[in-house]
């Protein structure tokens, strides 16, 4: 069983910064994909980022959605067993409840993981 918890979510400017982090307890994240995903109300949860175990290439590859490329920043440290996301260049449309995902039941942007974090708010305002 692994349990994620994120953090790093607040109230910011637009073009300011956040560092959100979902650390993993229970389990190493080792080899698991993990997926950054976000909510706003009203909407649906919608895919961020996702650091991806590409198994040919023993290595993680990344992908972000087209809205949040070159602004967006995932990363992984195994040793603290947490995943990063920078977000640089906030736009109000970036307001959202983010939640973190480890090992994805299918494809990686599809919100369908089997751990979830319980979610950190992001509020940009303009």
């Known amino acids: 069983q692994v349990q994620l918890v994120e953090s790093g979510g607040g109230l910011v400017q637009a073009v300011g910064s956040l560092t959100l982090s979902c650390a993993a307890s229970?389990?190493?994240?080792?080899?698991?994909?993990v997926g950054w995903f976000r909510q706003a109300p009203g909407k649906e949860r919608e895919f961020v980022a996702a650091?991806?175990?590409?198994?040919?290439?023993?290595?993680?590859?990344?992908s972000y959605a087209d809205s949040v490329k070159g602004r967006f920043t995932i990363s992984m440290d195994n040793a603290k067993n947490t995943v990063w996301l920078l977000l640089n260049g906030l736009k109000f449309e970036d307001t959202a409840v983010y939640y973190c995902?480890?090992?994805?039941?299918?494809?990686?942007?599809?919100?369908?993981?089997?751990?979830w974090g319980q979610g950190t708010q992001v509020t940009v305002s303009s």
């Open positions: 995902g480890a090992d994805p039941q299918g494809r990686y942007h599809l919100p369908k993981y089997h751990y």
């Open positions: 229970g389990r190493t994240f080792g080899t698991s994909t």
């Open positions: 650091s991806i175990w590409w198994g040919p290439t023993t290595s993680f590859v990344t």
